[in-house]
């Protein structure tokens, strides 16, 4: 497909997949470089957050503020994050340039599969949170971490 | 206070409250403008999510994706988000200038008191969405939106 083509196609397909993920056709769906800022957003909250438990883990324990923190990057993990990886913005600048892989866009399913993972880590971090000590809480985070770096390794480009 | 002085004392202030508020001191702590990115980004998946329900309010339900979009705004309203403006990062550059106005850093019990309403508002629509009817929502959903808008005039700048 030449560039000419592509440019005029994506925000056409972008705004099919979203109407399908349920945004109303009558509202004005959001531009590609809006998605791309929403989900560099969302890793930068998980960014925090992560610095967080790690600064807790490391050093002094403050169980509400682990709790708050992993209670967040539950919930980021179970928000839908992959709908904002629509047709059309697999190249753009958001706050940057995204740095997601062409595969991102090409291996959906292997996408969607780390990303369950990461989940299925998230949600257990925050159980243990609530629950555990310093000790577990930076064993599960660890955890976290290598469902994290597992999809960075095949998703995120490195420049 | 000359500016030169502020500007050296900005960062030492940061650390001290952030070391308060559990970053270790043996850790780097983050940035003036990492913290200003980290604020923008949480409103920035704040504003995704509320654009999710608000399409499905006025459009097509999907009571999956409503409650997904809910359980991360309450999230997000409960992650302690009032521990990122701390005294260094009154002004500033994170993705973009700081619209926080002075009196985020001034009147920082109005701030909490408008914070937790916001909270209160977003875990109830949380509430409603996983129990509720797409009407119960949407009417959760103006009060919501009413406590961002209240916290807005008193503590977003305009331009």
Redesign the interface.
């Known amino acids: 497909m030449n560039k000419r083509l592509k440019n005029f196609l994506a925000p056409i397909l972008a705004v099919s997949v979203l109407a399908a ?7 004005q769906a ?1 531009k590609p470089e809006t998605l791309i ?2 989900r ?3 890793f ?2 998980i ?3 992560s ?2 438990i ?3 883990v ?3 324990y ?1 169980k509400e ?1 682990v709790i ?2 992993a ?2 990057i ?3 993990s ?3 994050l992959g709908s ?1 990886f629509v047709p059309g913005t697999e190249q753009g600048k958001g ?1 940057h340039d995204t740095a997601a892989k062409a595969e991102v866009f090409k291996d959906t399913a292997h996408f969607d599969e780390l990303g369950a993972a990461f989940s299925k880590e998230a949600v257990e971090l925050a159980s243990v949170a609530a629950n555990g000590d310093q000790a577990a809480v930076k064993a599960q985070f660890g955890k976290l971490g290598r469902s994290c770096k597992a999809c960075h390794d095949d998703f995120k480009s490195k420049d």
């Open positions: 993920s349920g945004y109303a056709l009558a509202q959001p800022k929403w560099q957003s969302v930068q909250v960014a925090w957050n610095g967080r790690k600064a807790n490391d050093g002094q403050n503020e708050k923190a209670n967040t539950a919930a980021l179970k928000s839908g904002l706050w």
